[in-house]
């Protein structure tokens, strides 16, 4: 199921954009850390977080997505264009690690780190 498990995977990094998060197929326990810092405490938050959230208002665009998987892991990686009033500011790296069992299909964790990007 490794493509399966990267299409939700992609689902979650497409919502960043187009803040819907109804479209993002969480378990109603899932929770997400970044940095290391909880920042989602339940699929219903998660959500309504992806939709709402301010601090998703500023993302601008994402590139360069890969993923990869391994057993119930989906790790991508993708850099993360942010700004206001459409004019971007700047560029992050993002590293999300996703617990999504091949036997259900729900993100059950988010593990994010942001970062430099490398330089060209």
Not at 92 to 118: M, N, Q, S, Y
Request: net charge neutral; no cysteine.
């Amino acid at each position: 199921m490794t493509a399966a498990q990267i299409d939700v995977a992609r689902a979650y990094v497409d919502a960043l954009i187009t803040h819907d998060g109804e479209s993002v197929a969480f378990a109603p326990d899932a929770v997400r850390y970044e940095m290391g810092l909880k920042t989602g405490r339940s699929g219903r938050h998660l959500r309504r977080s992806l939709s709402r959230g301010p601090q998703y208002r500023v993302i601008l665009g994402i590139r360069d997505f890969t993923a990869t998987v391994e057993a119930d892991v989906v790790h991508t990686e993708y850099l993360l264009d942010a700004g206001f009033l459409g004019r971007r500011i700047t560029t992050v790296k993002v590293v999300e690690d996703f617990i999504i069992p091949a036997d259900d299909l729900l993100i059950h964790r988010v593990d994010a780190k942001i970062g430099r990007p490398p330089r060209s």
